[in-house]
């Protein structure tokens, strides 16, 4: 089974407010600007209408902070005025998965869907949650949605990919992989993930085309190692592989020692 990332619990700023970036650049959790995502309530007066529109601009202004619980009772203020608020529950999703509180934030997003003009972030985020939860096929549900959306975000096929590699479905993932590396020909990455794939279902050729190019960028200790299994079961030259294996040994990979012990004695 292909295991695509690990996420990091780094968190970085953007414009549209904070998220999680994972180890290939996809962003996990977006807190996403509050304005004009919800549908319209029209039995809210204006008075309450522009409460609501001051709570959700100080919970935002506490998650651009941090301060994730004073967020909630801002936004749950804002539920108490209006029970089908999509953006509140979007974000109190949001919160909880950033937290770790992957069963709670997944309820919050289910609630949220129906309600939002642009349900794509939290089809995203939604996504990623079941990931986090090792629900794959949740997952490829969420983003298979998500990529039909006019505004999907543009790394929505390594979300897929990242799906299908974790319900095995690798076939399917080399393919999301593939479009995406059409699109963004120079994204190492992807590159580097396209030749695990390659290397999982037996296809040597291409693993080692993807890591040769791959490596003339990046001098990376796995993809050594990787390069060289790929030119031993595909029948390429042994004193090149055992070449990569030492390569890979020498930036620390310790699994490259003990393939020189099994292959270059």
């Known amino acids: ?19 999680i970036e994972l180890s290939d650049g996809t962003l996990l959790f977006n807190f996403s600007s509050l304005d004009g995502a919800t549908l319209k309530n029209d039995r809210l007066s204006s008075a309450d209408s522009s409460r609501i529109e001051f709570l959700l601009l100080r919970a935002q202004l506490e998650i651009d902070a941090d ?74 549900e969420c983003f298979t949605i998500l990529r039909q959306l006019e505004d999907a975000p543009e790394n929505t096929l390594i979300s897929l990919a990242q799906a299908n590699g974790a319900c095995g479905n ?37 693993a080692l085309a993807d890591l040769d190019l791959y490596l ?19 029948g390429k030259d042994l004193i090149d592989a055992c070449e990569d294996f030492v390569r890979s040994r020498d930036l620390g990979n310790y699994e490259a020692e003990r393939a020189l012990k099994k292959y270059c004695n």
Do not use: W
């Not at 089974?1 to 998220?19: R, Y």
């Not at 909880?96 to 919050?108: I, P, R, T």
């Not at 060289?228 to 595909?234: E, F, H, P, W």
């Open 67 to 140: 301060n994730f619980r004073k967020a909630q009772k801002f936004l749950k203020k804002v539920l108490r005025l209006d029970e089908n608020n999509g953006e509140a529950f979007r974000n109190l999703g949001d919160i909880h998965a950033f937290q770790e509180k992957y069963k709670d934030a997944v309820l919050y997003y289910l609630k949220c869907l129906p309600l939002l003009d642009s349900a794509s972030m939290a089809y995203y985020n939604l996504g990623q949650t079941y990931m986090r939860m090792e629900r794959c096929q949740d997952a490829l």
């Open 216 to 234: 003339t960028a990046v001098d990376d200790a796995k993809s050594y190692y990787l390069r060289g299994l790929a030119r031993i079961q595909g």
């Open 170 to 206: 690798l076939h399917a993932a080399l393919g999301n992989l593939s479009d995406y590396l059409h699109l963004n020909p120079t994204s190492l990455p992807e590159l580097r993930y396209r030749a695990q794939i390659y290397m999982e279902i037996g296809f040597f050729a291409d």
């Open 1 to 19: 089974m292909v295991s695509f990332v690990e996420a990091q619990d780094s968190s970085e700023d953007n414009s549209a407010g904070k998220s």
